[in-house]
């Protein structure tokens, strides 16, 4: 199963698991305590999956958009914010094209997409070509793990990343300011994964 059949088919139930609705809260909550949203910013939520990071930050900002490689959960995110009456913009991504992500935003946000990406230094250069000039990116992902956090059936490109590699990606991308935080803790199957937030300007 590619990954993109793997989250379509799992777009449906995505919400029903506790963990992934509190990892998105806190990762949300971090990147407000981080960058200071108004509703000024245009925003893209990279990967935005069922859009549990960008239904939280849409009230927050002017616009958001969400871009994704799997049908299936644009779906389910459309449903939900025409049900909960909040505007997001949508864009179906193919992973082996770039330049699509529109624009130029305000502020770049991702949330435990990267490890999904192959290529996440010509990723980052990629969000500079879709920034306004002091645009951000705000980007949360797992720290480096053992392999336990995916089922073994599931593809992913990174087990985890160190924060020393991703500083380094964003600085050779040219972003300026760079933070690594530690966003939350989460926790599964009686185990905690640390999950960081990267903060970085864009000239
Ligand atoms: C673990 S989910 C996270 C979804 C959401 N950000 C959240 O926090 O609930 C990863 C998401 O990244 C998407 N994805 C995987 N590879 C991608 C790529 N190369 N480009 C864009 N999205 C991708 C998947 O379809 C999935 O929706």
Request: aromatic residues 6%.
């Amino acid at each position: 199963m590619t990954g993109t059949e793997h989250f379509d088919q799992a777009a449906a139930t995505w919400d029903l698991a506790d963990r992934r609705v509190l990892l998105a809260r806190a990762v949300s909550e971090a990147i407000a305590n981080r960058v200071p949203l108004s509703q000024e910013l245009t925003v893209l939520d990279f990967g935005c999956g069922t859009g549990l990071v960008t239904l939280e930050l849409a009230p927050m900002v002017r616009s958001i958009t969400g871009a994704d490689t799997s049908p299936g959960m644009l779906k389910t995110l459309a449903e939900k914010a025409k049900t909960q009456g909040t505007p997001v913009h949508l864009i179906p991504l193919d992973a082996t094209e770039t330049g699509k992500l529109g624009g130029p935003y305000d502020l770049i946000v991702s949330s435990m997409t990267l490890h999904h990406v192959a290529d996440v230094a010509a990723l980052f250069n990629q969000f500079t070509q879709h920034l306004r000039p002091g645009g951000q990116v705000a980007l949360a992902d797992l720290d480096e793990e053992d392999g336990t956090f995916h089922d073994a059936s599931m593809t992913i490109h990174h087990r985890g990343f160190s924060r020393d590699q991703i500083q380094t990606w964003l600085a050779e991308a040219g972003f300026r300011e760079i933070n690594l935080e530690t966003a939350t803790i989460t926790q599964k199957d009686g185990k905690g994964y640390p999950v960081f937030l990267a903060t970085a300007r864009w000239h």
